[in-house]
């Protein structure tokens, strides 16, 4: 069985590459359409194989192609195939990451990645990290270890005082939902503001937090962003490491978007500091071009991820070491391996190829933020050291704009607002883009509104 169904995936991925090919963006079904469009239903009765295959075929070939080079509507992008390999191993090998007798081998995968990560953060060998089901609880994880880093008994006693935390009002929203999550409340936090580019204004950060305690309130924890999500802007995290310092809070790097920086000589002074940081994150299903999802989180004492996420589980925990049983510092219990996808990555191309997806990504951008300032009908609100370009043209409502291209399955690219402007945002986060298939984005975009000029004006 399983063989045949092996012959069955090599052939429906066969045909999906070929259909990329032809077709990088797929017509949308609109959703309210779904299920009229698309046979999803679920019955009493199985079926055949072939009907099986022929519906997997159809769903397959209906669904958004993300991995294409013309999907510039997320934080991630292409195909790595290296890592797809891996990840397809880790599939058919099916181990949960939580104790060494159940995954072996692929624990020392996971501790290999997260050793090397922290030797480029410069975090000594106190450090320890994990890897969490995406940058949100990457996020969340730093946030309940400076909860508890705050006051040990907390996390028996639950959340009584009034607890502050500070990050930027760029920041990415799993901040304050993380907050709500861990008891600590969404009005506690202080969204600092920013200057022109989305960099939090550390004055405005050290203000807050003299008022806040001048008021009852108890700060515990800064968030830095290496990265906004919208404009891609990187937070000085020495400057926010000497705050922290002086007023003994924890200080996190939210390098879920750009935080792969780490691997560049030309950009790591984009996170000069990062070692001073109590921890650190980075999504390598982001820059790294792993499949979703794979974000990596460091403390930079090892011993807060236990304090924090350490349970005895005698029916569990029955052999080796504490070192090498991960479930003992992870947020889950059964864990996928998100870490061999990664390694396969890695290993074959090295830290200096990874070095280079990173690079390469800043230099597509500059290519696109070169195009967009060459030609008049543009206007530009991103800055250079940034993978987010942002830009109108023409006058047109970017959200008119993109819900078009993506209609008429033209491109795939979203909006964002910063600020009181609203922008497309196109990213180029997909290293395997070239120059010219950045000029061509812009291009099929032209081509696009000039044929569609009155229905993108009219309202
Ligand atoms: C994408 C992103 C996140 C969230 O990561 P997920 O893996 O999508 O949960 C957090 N912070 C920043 C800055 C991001 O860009």
């Known amino acids: 069985m399983i063989k045949e169904d092996l012959i069955k995936f090599k052939e429906l991925s066969e045909a999906l590459l070929e259909a990329e090919n032809k077709e990088p963006v797929v017509e949308p079904i609109e959703a309210n359409r779904l299920f009229e469009a698309v046979d999803l239903s679920l019955h009493e009765e199985g079926m055949s194989d072939d009907s ?7 769903l397959v070939m209906k669904t958004p192609r993300t991995a294409t080079r013309q999907f510039f509507n997320q934080l991630f992008g292409g195909r790595k195939s290296k890592a797809v390999l891996g990840d397809l191993m880790a599939v058919m090998l099916n181990n949960s990451m939580y104790t060494y007798k159940v995954a072996g081998p692929m624990v020392g995968v996971e501790k290999e990645i997260l050793k090397q990560i922290a030797h480029l953060v410069g975090y000594s060998e106190e450090s320890d990290g994990t890897i969490a089901p995406g940058g949100s609880m990457s996020n969340f994880m730093a946030m309940v270890m400076a909860r508890d880093a705050f006051k040990k008994e907390i996390r028996y006693t639950g959340v009584t005082e009034k607890m502050t935390l500070y990050t ?28 022109e580019k989305g960099v939090m204004l550390m004055d405005a950060l050290d203000q807050q937090i003299v008022k806040d305690q001048a008021e009852g309130f108890v700060p515990f924890f800064i968030n830095v962003t290496a990265g906004t999500t919208v404009m891609g802007a990187f937070d000085p995290i020495d400057e926010a490491a000497a ?17 792969a920086v780490i691997f560049s000589e030309k950009y790591k002074h984009l996170v000069k500091g990062a070692e001073l940081a109590d921890s650190f994150s980075v999504n390598a299903h982001k820059m790294l071009g792993t499949p979703l999802t794979c974000s990596i989180i460091l403390a930079k004492d090892k011993r807060h991820l236990s304090d924090s996420f350490s349970s005895d589980a005698r029916y569990l925990y029955q052999t080796d070491g504490d070192d090498y049983n991960l479930g003992k510092t992870s947020l889950q219990c059964g864990r996928r391996n998100d870490a061999l996808k990664f390694w396969t990555l890695w290993k074959s191309i090295g830290t200096k190829g990874l070095e280079n997806l990173v690079d390469h990504q800043f230099h597509l951008a500059e290519v696109a933020r070169k195009y967009i300032s060459e030609h008049e009908d543009y206007k530009l609100y991103s800055y250079g050291d940034s993978i987010s ?48 298939e950045i000029i061509d984005f812009f291009k099929t975009m032209e081509k696009f509104v000039a044929e569609n000029e009155s229905m993108l004006t009219g309202d």
């Open 389 to 436: 370009v942002c830009f109108n043209y023409k006058n047109i409502a970017p959200e008119k704009l993109c819900t078009a291209l993506y209609e008429k399955a033209a491109l795939m690219v979203g909006y964002g607002t910063f600020q009181a402007d609203t922008f497309v945002r196109f990213v180029t986060i997909n290293a395997d883009n070239s120059d010219q």
């Open 52 to 58: 099986l295959y022929e519906s997997l075929h159809d």
């Open 168 to 195: 930027s009002a760029a920041c990415h929203y799993s901040i304050a939902k993380n907050a709500a999550l861990m008891g600590v409340g969404r009005e506690q936090v202080r969204f600092i503001p920013t200057d």
């Open 243 to 259: 705050i922290a310092k002086k007023h003994k809070l924890w200080l996190h790097v939210d390098g879920a978007y750009c935080g």
